[in-house]
């Protein structure tokens, strides 16, 4: 049945023994609304579905036109000189009417490790590396002339430093104000460059360098004005558009991730399922509430689902290795935790070892090297190993309850359990009055705008519990905040104001727990 034409009959009258133009439509069906009975419906919609691989059409009588016409689902078409509404139905994820076809939903359209569900951008990674214009010009207070751009300092690339300066008054650009001072404009001649001056700007010299990156030292240098920034494509959620456009209770699978853990738990607790899709989900439902409310049991309720290993304390990764044990409701397994409490608050080892007991309280034994005396205190049994270091130890000192180990005299971790042993007040502290490095409006992860002065001249202590910020503070905002100041080479600080008292320093040196 061609649009705006004539319906007819088979066998096929004489007159149309001509091949059918496209698109030709054979009719199944023909029912009036109200009169024609459910079953009926059902029955001639799964024939069209069935011959018609997948899809079928449905012709509906209708005379409006107009705005309102205009805005109902389907096309208008003509036939035996009436107006029919044309809606398109399908078995599959699609749409005729806006040309949407999705693919039908399985585990690696929603994997970002998976080419089915990563972002064709950033290809599952969430960022993508590009110029970082606070590396390029790391003192946006100097101007053009004495250097604002680092990468045209070396005597290599000065010659691009030299161009820009030669037409800088054919294109209007200043050079003597502080770069920060620049307008939006001025700063776009510098980045996209001026083609009718022969210029190519950064951008071109950074596609230059792009050419050449097959030399090692290109490769170094190229490195050193780049940093991640979030995927424009994706929004940082890491999955392609098709695996986004999947909800459940109102939100995708990225803005799930970008949730705390406690308010994902709460939202999957209270999602509005009918029985049939409770039924059907049972199973997923039960392991996603129970690996977040394992999360929540070990102290970790605030984090987001989306935040990355490296991004976390050494106790907070300590306590996500545990969970993932806790979730896999194994038994009669033989646990082996290496010193876990390394880092942890005291508040943090409480947590710890509730984890612990319920791995022992499942049917599995538990074997923790350590040295913490709250975990020592709640062992069931304790195997001390000494007397002493090297040549010294190698041998059973000591084996038995917490309690009886208090009453040893051979147990050198007894006599500090029982308070024979112990170390005093140290009466002696340095008066902080050697300067200070202030660091204001630090904001990475969870810090919310802190400002803190920290004494020279002392042992000065952060602390506080784990995921509370102070690695953010120390090592990710600090310390590549003073490399900057002291032109040493650091990854990219956290957000910050300003740090104070630089000057105070000849260098700065970061020793951490890496091999």
């Not at 009975?37 to 799964?46: F, I, K, Q, T």
């Not at 890491?238 to 406690?262: D, H, Q, S, T, Y």
């Not at 390394?342 to 612990?356: F, M, S």
């Amino acid at each position: 049945m061609p649009p705006d034409s004539l319906s007819f009959s088979a066998p096929r009258p004489p007159s149309l023994l001509s091949p059918l133009p496209s698109p030709s439509y054979p009719i199944v069906d023909r029912l009036v609304a109200g009169r024609s009975g459910e079953s009926r419906l059902s029955d001639s919609l799964e024939t069209a579905f069935a011959k018609g691989h997948g899809r079928c059409c449905a012709f509906v009588e209708s005379s409006e036109d107009g705005p309102a016409a205009a805005a109902q689902q389907g096309r208008m078409e003509t036939i035996d000189e009436k107006s029919w509404r044309r809606i398109n139905f399908s078995t599959n994820l699609s749409c005729d009417d806006c040309g949407l076809d999705y693919p039908a939903p399985e585990p690696k359209l929603f994997s970002f490790n998976s080419p089915l569900g990563a972002c064709t951008e950033c290809e599952g990674f969430g960022n993508i590396v590009d110029l970082d214009m606070e590396l390029i010009v790391p003192d946006p207070g100097k101007s053009l002339r004495d250097g604002a751009i680092a990468p045209w300092n070396t005597p290599a690339y000065a010659h691009e430093l030299k161009k820009l300066l030669s037409i800088a008054r054919k294109i209007d650009l200043p050079i003597d104000v502080p770069f920060r001072d620049l307008t939006e404009s001025q700063r776009a001649l510098i980045v996209h460059g001026a083609p009718d001056h022969d210029f190519g700007g950064l951008g071109g010299f950074f596609a230059w360098l792009e050419r050449r990156k097959y030399k090692m030292h290109v490769r170094v240098f190229l490195s050193r004005w780049r940093s991640y920034r979030p995927c424009p494509a994706c929004g940082g959620a890491r999955l392609r558009p098709e695996a986004l456009a999947v909800r459940i209770g109102g939100r995708n699978l990225g803005e799930i991730c970008a949730m705390k853990v406690r308010d994902a738990a709460a939202m999957f607790r209270d999602l509005e399922l009918s029985e049939y899709e409770r039924q059907v989900g049972r199973m997923m439902l039960d392991q996603v509430g129970a690996r977040l409310a394992y999360l929540e049991a070990v102290g970790l309720g605030y984090l987001t689902l989306d935040r990355t290993l490296r991004t976390l304390s050494g106790g907070e990764a300590r306590r996500v290795s545990l969970t993932s044990a806790l979730g896999s409701s194994l038994v009669n397994m033989l646990y082996v935790l290496d010193e876990p409490s390394i880092g942890l608050h005291p508040r943090d080892i409480r947590q710890l070892l509730d984890a612990v007991k319920q791995l022992r309280d499942r049917g599995n034994t538990v074997v923790v090297v350590e040295h913490e005396e709250a975990i020592i205190r709640a062992a069931d049994q304790v195997v001390e190993i000494g007397p002493g270091a090297g040549q010294r130890g190698g041998k059973i000192v000591f084996q038995g309850a917490p309690g009886e180990m208090q009453k040893s005299s051979d147990s050198l971790t007894g006599d500090y359990l029982a308070g024979r042993r112990g170390f005093g007040p140290n009466g002696r502290r340095r008066e902080p009055n050697h300067g200070w490095i202030r660091l204001a409006g630090a904001r990475g992860n969870n810090l919310h705008n802190v400002t803190v002065e920290f004494p020279l001249g002392v042992l000065c202590l952060v602390t506080g519990v784990s995921g509370s910020g102070k690695s953010t503070l120390v090592q990710d905002t600090l310390y590549p905040a003073l490399c900057r100041r002291l032109r040493k080479d650091a990854p990219k600080p956290y957000p910050f104001d300003d740090v104070f008292g630089d000057g105070q320093l000849d260098d700065v040196i970061m020793i951490d727990q890496s091999p």
